[in-house]
């Protein structure tokens, strides 16, 4: 602990910032227009007759999503070609005016239904940009259309677990630029919708720094405040539909924003987590040439590890087809990926362990709650050892602190009995909301986490370990 850590540690989060980290993992769905037009973009002169996904089914798709393990999904209500899922009262350019259900459809209604009915969390993507409205450019004319295209998906559809925006803008149908009212926005969406984060150009919830699933190797949710600056998100977000901007990584000048040193001179922070977000497939919407071309099971299962268990959370995309369902190789995915999940953190071997520390409350660490915890040392190291009778081979590690009292884990060491030595397993970094150490099939009777570095006393939540018994790897 270093002076001025009293003062990193009294950032904390929102109820509804906490709410939303434990979602972890949830899908983003990309629909509209486009995905007749076999484009990323549209440039909102598309008729609204083409939209006519005649099997379209949202249980489906939460089903499908739900089997994953996921617990929310936010549908892309409008993108920037300003078609509209639901029937807009304030444009043409909605599924009103399409074949859909002969014009009476609303897509948002019917996903937002789903979701109840299986028990995950609802949200909402609307484009800032719209491609096709006139007012585009004209300043506050336009800003109250939005505002109440805003209040209609507030108020129609239920509860709203995210409102995600991005900084898309470019110009409209007049050749005009709109300058975003952001904080009237957010304004509105706290008095509609109080409980509902505002993600990437919004105050809750941070953008990774690309949309390729890459992560920091640590990822702090205490940042500087001018992190939240929507210029700079705008400025790197989605702003043209190539191949070279998907598989961007993050900058690597952008790799640290919240150790002792970057925030030592910082006189304003904030509570920002990250949220990773990418795409099952290359594009965002749906392409029949990329039926092949569904992300491997590793390559997912490594972005949820790095995501979920690196303090951040966990957007995949998955596009509907031209029919309005999941295509049976996405589908296929999302159920390996839940199955591979619940194998891997299916046997908690600390049910079975000796645990001792030299904290308070030690116990508590085998609860996943937030009810009780464990104080560590204000000084020197704070040591959790679990002990077998037997053998175990060990696969994951998983930590959590308490982050009602901050973030404050700096770093850790994971150690494994072999041999009658302590060997050094796994060393990292931040803990925060989840953290997951992979190991390799460790075979021990003992394990150790030594927290080397802390802002103040570590608070831990919960502490998992998680393979098999035996001696088999």
């Known amino acids: 602990m270093v002076a ?222 001018r992190a939240k600056d929507s210029e700079i998100i705008a400025e790197k977000s989605q702003r043209e539909d190539s191949e070279a901007f998907r598989l961007r990584r993050v900058d690597a000048r952008d790799a640290d924003l919240g150790s002792r040193e970057i925030l030592k001179d910082e006189d304003k922070l904030i509570w920002y987590p990250a949220e990773v977000n990418t795409s099952i497939r290359p594009g965002w919407f749906y392409h029949e040439y990329e039926d092949d071309k569904v992300r491997p099971l590793e390559e997912l299962l490594n972005i949820y590890m790095n995501s979920v268990g690196g303090n951040a959370t966990f957007l995949l995309n998955i596009p509907p087809t031209r029919c309005g369902l999941l295509h049976e190789n996405d589908c296929k995915r999302l159920h390996e990926i839940g199955e591979a999940l619940r194998k891997a953190f299916a046997n908690n071997l600390m049910d079975k362990a000796m645990v001792e520390s030299n904290g308070t409350g030690t116990d508590n660490i085998r609860t996943d709650s937030y009810e009780d915890r464990m104080l560590g040392q204000a000084e020197g190291e704070t040591v959790i050892s679990a002990k077998w009778q037997e053998q175990v081979c060990v696969e994951y590690i998983v930590l959590k602190e308490d982050i009602h009292f901050s973030q404050r884990i700096e770093s850790f060491v994971a150690e494994a009995l072999i041999n009658g030595e302590f060997v050094t397993v796994s060393k990292g970094t931040v803990v925060g909301h989840k953290r997951i150490v992979l190991l390799e099939k460790t075979i021990t009777d003992m394990i150790r986490i030594r927290i080397t570095d802390s802002r103040m006393e570590p608070i831990i939540s919960f502490m998992g370990i998680y393979g098999s018994e035996g001696n088999k790897r």
């Open 4 to 225: 001025g850590d009293e003062r990193l540690i009294s950032i904390i989060p929102t109820e509804r910032q906490i709410r939303f980290q434990e979602l972890e993992f949830y899908a983003f769905i990309h629909f509209t227009v486009n995905t007749f037009t076999d484009k990323e973009w549209g440039d909102g002169t598309e008729e609204p007759a083409i939209f006519n996904p005649e099997k379209l089914d949202a249980k489906q798709w939460v089903r499908n999503i739900k089997a994953a393990g996921m617990r929310g999904l936010i549908l892309t209500c409008k993108h920037h070609d300003g078609f509209c899922l639901w029937p807009s009262k304030y444009t043409k350019h909605t599924v009103a005016a399409s074949k859909y259900k002969d014009g009476t459809g609303d897509v948002v209604k019917e996903v937002s239904e789903a979701c109840k009915k299986y028990g995950i969390k609802f949200g909402i993507y609307l484009s800032p940009w719209d491609r096709n409205c006139e007012l585009y450019g004209r300043g506050r004319e336009y800003d109250d259309f939005f505002i109440n295209q805003l209040t209609e998906l507030l108020t129609g559809y239920g509860e709203i677990f995210s409102v995600w925006f991005d900084g898309a803008c470019g110009e409209g149908p007049n050749g005009k630029k709109q300058y975003y009212d952001w904080e009237r926005y957010y304004k509105k969406i706290r008095e509609l919708q109080p409980d509902a984060c505002i993600s990437v150009c919004g105050p809750d919830i941070r953008w990774c720094g690309n949309e390729a699933g890459h992560t920091r190797a640590a990822e702090w949710s205490v940042v500087p405040e």
